[in-house]
């Protein structure tokens, strides 16, 4: 009976510990603060602890009665689904965060690690509430004065940072859901660095210019599941309009020290020539002077020799012809020595540096004289339609003589390096607007024309039309910041096939603009 009774005992205390196994893991699941559950591959709930219930704010037959992924946020559903698709697949343990809606109509951010056992047809989940550590992120977030967003795969906005929305004029709630390139104003590229993160699985950077003239450095940070997949991408934008501007502005400074240099050397070096050349110059000039003088007295005498002698060679020509060319020879002679001169006095001119500096008194028409002189041989190159046309009576302006001839120099050059053809015109004119109390000079020529895009860029510094033949695209944007730097104004009229105009603009030289 001993022997018996032993026997039955032992099945008897075996029901007991699975009984007691059972309400040990049924307690620690009702009391565990994370929130348990049991799904079906179908996706309903099987299981849940009171945890989720009061995370979420349903009962448990609520719960029970709906697929979960209806709890999911309408904008990680497709996510989701890759997740749940993925446990069935026997991936041993998915991690996920998404946003689930509670009874009140808010939505909590829940993180769940899952398993799933495919032979019962169940899906193990443990989660906890993240939504506190969310927002303080995000409060982290809204502290970088970058631009900061998530975007899902098909490039909707999930999260945006103060600053992000701060930028597009919307709340960052108003955001989330929207399509990133129509909230920045940009048209769908395949280079757009967020698309080609996606794509590369890679970051990728770019600059972005926006309508509004800003510019942006963009840069995209791929985040990857445990598959490799990119889940995500991170786009930080920052502007860097200031930047770019200043950079631009300390490159034309550079320009404009280069070319103080090379003026200064230039100055040198002409002072040296201009002795070189000016010492032969004026004997030549005194010599040609003092041959005409013989030749005034000669030419009697050998005129005389001739009425009575009949013609004769002098130098291989006969002197009946030698009489009609030789006051010619020397009047050329002459001339040509005048402008000698006068090229020398010029250029020392334009490469002098001027104490004064912009605070000088310029005649207007003197300088474009000089410059026209200094850049003559160009001109008769180029075309044979150059005019010159300056009212009377045009006051004196303020700034520097030798800058202001450099900047018509420049224009003049401009415009006769645009002409098809000899034929075409080139017309300075200069005047006085009582109304603005400036002198305004206009260049006009016949030339190719600009269009609008090309005009809109022609005074930045490095940009050239004519890179095939040389051109460094320095000559208008220092001409530009000169002309700005004296206070006036530097603009241009063009259209393709009818010419242009470049009008400057400079005040007058009285008390006013002391």
Not at 92 to 119: F, M, N, Q
Not at 193 to 212: C, H, V, Y
Not at 395 to 400: A, R
Request: proline share 3%.
């Amino acid at each position: 009976m001993a022997k018996t009774c032993g026997q039955t005992a032992k099945p008897v205390a075996s029901e007991k510990r699975a009984s007691l196994t059972e309400k040990i893991y049924e307690h620690f699941f009702n009391l565990s603060n994370d929130m348990l559950c049991v799904a079906g591959l179908d996706g309903y709930f099987k299981l849940i602890n009171p945890a989720l219930e009061k995370t979420l704010g349903y009962s448990k037959e609520e719960l029970l009665a709906k697929p979960f992924y209806e709890l999911v946020h309408q904008d990680d559903r497709q996510e989701n689904r890759a997740e749940l698709q993925s446990i069935r697949d026997n991936m041993p343990l998915v991690y996920c965060e998404h946003r689930y809606l509670c009874k009140d109509g808010s939505y909590k951010w829940l993180a769940w690690t899952a398993y799933s056992d495919t032979d019962a047809g169940l899906i193990y989940s443990v989660g906890r509430d993240i939504t506190e550590r969310k927002q303080e992120f995000h409060t982290m977030m809204d502290f970088i004065p970058d631009n900061l967003a998530l975007l899902s795969p098909d490039l909707k906005i999930m999260w945006a940072n103060k600053a992000a929305a701060d930028a597009f004029g919307k709340a960052a709630s108003e955001l989330a859901g929207k399509y990133c390139l129509s909230v920045c104003g940009s048209p769908p590229d395949n280079n757009y660095p967020s698309i080609k993160s996606f794509r590369t699985g890679k970051e990728e950077t770019a600059e972005i210019s926006t309508q509004d003239g800003r510019i942006w450095d963009v840069r995209a940070f791929p985040i990857k599941d445990e598959s490799g997949k990119v889940k995500n991408v991170i786009d930080l934008a920052r502007d860097i309009t200031a930047k770019v501007r200043m950079e631009k502005e300390a490159k034309l400074m550079q320009v404009k020290l280069i070319q103080a240099n090379k003026m200064s050397a230039l100055g040198t070096l002409i002072s040296g020539i201009a002795h070189e050349i000016n010492n032969p110059n004026s004997f030549i000039m005194s010599n040609v002077q003092l041959l005409s003088e013989i030749w005034k007295d000669a030419v009697k005498i050998l005129g005389e020799h001739y009425h009575k002698s009949g013609d004769f060679s002098l130098g291989g020509l006969s002197f009946s012809e030698l009489s009609g060319i030789m006051p010619k020879l020397l009047s050329g002679i002459n001339d040509g020595t005048v402008r000698i001169k006068n090229i020398i006095d010029n250029l020392r001119d334009f490469a002098r540096q001027d104490k004064a500096g912009i605070d000088g008194k310029v005649d207007i028409k003197k300088a474009i004289t000089a410059a026209t002189a200094i850049i003559s041989n160009q001109i008769k190159k180029y075309t044979d339609n150059f005019n010159i046309d300056c009212k009377k009576d045009i006051p004196i302006v303020k700034g520097n003589i030798q800058q202001i001839e450099q900047v018509f120099i420049n224009l003049i050059m401009n415009s006769l390096q645009a002409l098809p053809d000899k034929n075409c015109r080139v017309r300075i004119s200069a005047s006085f607007n009582k109304k603005s109390d400036c002198v305004e000079i206009k260049v006009r020529d016949e030339g190719a024309g600009m269009s609008k895009d090309v005009l809109e860029k022609i005074t930045e510094p490095f940009f050239t039309t004519k890179i095939d033949s040389g051109g460094t695209g320095l000559g208008l944007s220092i001409s530009y910041a000169i002309i700005k730097e004296h206070k006036g104004s530097l603009e241009f009229e063009s259209a393709p096939g009818k010419g242009t105009t470049a009008v400057v603009k400079l005040p007058v030289h009285n008390k006013k603009n002391e």
